[in-house]
T-cell receptor, first 112, second 113 residues
Framework: GDSVTQMEGPVTLSEEAFLTINCTYTATGYPSLFWYVQYPGEGLQLLLKATKADDKGSNKGFEATYRKETTSFHLEKGSVQVSDSAVYFCALPSYGNNRLAFGKGNQVVVIP | NAGVTQTPKFQVLKTGQSMTLQCAQDMNHNSMYWYRQDPGMGLRLIYYSASEGTTDKGEVPNGYNVSRLNKREFSLRLESAAPSQTSVYFC????????????FGSGTRLTVV
């Protein structure tokens, strides 16, 4: 089935730093792509999505561009805050759109 | 706007006990899902229900059963709990197909001792 791969390991950075989390995908066709965020002790929330190639999803200062040439959907934020500390998951529909396949997630810790 | 409601939020079971995790959504979504989340493993699909009256296995169905009681409710049952089932369980729903994304519940933290 279609899948996504996220970069390994947690990310620790200082407040106001630039954040990038890498996500690459393997898919037949051009599925929608998603980023979800999980704050401590909570469920996952949809952060942003893109439905076709070259689309840019954006929300809360985060952006991700659907790039078919590099099969990527990297998440970026120009100036992170302590409140952005969370786990971030990349996802795409799989198995004929019957389910979402998630990456393993990246823990982001922002230090004041 | 309740969205997806899961109960209970926390549960401790002894090995061999049974329990049912409840999930209900009020968004008139057709599809519902059960995932488990374990450190270093990400989210793994246990079972899903594409529409009322249907259920299908996901990646890790062993030791679980599900019931799609009606369009709103999708329960997950552990018949004989094992320590390997210690995890955080999330229910999710979607309008129809996964291209629309999911709405998640807040999770059930289950510990089996």
């Amino acid at each position: 089935g279609d899948s996504v791969t996220q970069m390994e390991g947690p990310v620790t950075l200082s407040e106001e730093a630039f954040l990038t989390i890498n996500c690459t995908y393997t898919a037949t066709g051009y599925p929608s792509l998603f980023w979800y965020v999980q704050y401590p002790g909570e469920g996952l929330q949809l952060l942003l999505k893109a439905t076709k190639a070259d689309d840019k999803g954006s929300n809360k200062g985060f952006e991700a561009t659907y790039r078919k040439e590099t099969t990527s959907f990297h998440l970026e934020k120009g100036s992170v805050q302590v409140s952005d500390s969370a786990v971030y998951f990349c996802a795409l529909p799989s198995y004929g759109n019957n389910r979402l396949a998630f990456g393993k997630g990246n823990q982001v810790v922002v230090i004041p | 706007n309740a969205g997806v409601t899961q109960t209970p939020k926390f549960q401790v079971l002894k090995t061999g006990q049974s329990m049912t995790l409840q999930c209900a959504q009020d968004m008139n979504h057709n599809s519902m899902y059960w995932y488990r989340q374990d450190p270093g493993m990400g989210l793994r699909l246990i079972y899903y229900s594409a529409s009322e009256g249907t259920t299908d296995k996901g990646e890790v169905p062993n030791g679980y059963n599900v019931s799609r009681l009606n369009k709103r409710e999708f329960s997950l049952r552990l018949e004989s709990a094992a320590p390997s089932q210690t995890s955080v369980y999330f229910c999710a729903s979607s309008v129809r197909q996964s291209n629309y994304g999911y709405t998640f519940g807040s999770g059930t933290r289950l510990t089996v001792v």
